[in-house]
């Protein structure tokens, strides 16, 4: 087993073995320097099992390509993006659909007296 000092900076200590910990916005950057090398440390989902071969590296950030569904922060900005679209809406949308276009169009149905939905049922 080797210890090894911790460096809380926002340059690479001048070490030979180390945890860095380097601020970024609103946290830290880890790193582990070996022999002089740099290497980010990973997250690891352990699948609650002690044997490490079952260790799976997570890749919290994923690809612009993953899907709403994934459990990484692209997957989450997807899942935003889409509860975002939803609630704006199209311009076309209707007084009575629930979205921000949908309220617009209905505030302007009362006002208006030309609108384009003037007296529609909501």
């Known amino acids: 087993m080797t210890s090894v000092k911790t460096f809380i900076s926002t ?8 945890l860095w910990l380097k601020p ?3 946290g830290f950057a880890a790193y ?13 989902d ?3 099992t002690e044997d490490i071969k079952d ?3 997570v890749d919290l950030v994923g690809s612009v390509k993953d899907s709403k569904s994934a459990n990484t922060i692209n997957g ?7 509860i975002k679209d939803n609630l704006i809406g199209k311009e076309s949308d209707t007084p009575s659909d629930l979205t921000l276009h949908g309220l617009k ?3 302007d149905s009362k ?5 384009k939905y003037k007296n529609t049922k909501v």
Not at 32 to 39: D, E, F, R
Not at 76 to 82: G, I, R
């Open 111 to 115: 006002i208006y007296k030309n609108a």
């Open 11 to 18: 340059t690479k200590p001048q070490v030979l073995f180390g």
């Open 24 to 26: 970024v916005e609103d």
């Open 76 to 82: 989450a900005k997807a899942y935003a993006k889409e």
């Open 105 to 107: 169009n209905y505030i």
């Open 55 to 57: 260790d799976e590296v």
């Open 32 to 44: 582990i320097i070996n022999a002089g090398t740099v290497k980010p440390l990973k997250v690891v």
């Open 46 to 48: 352990d699948k609650n």
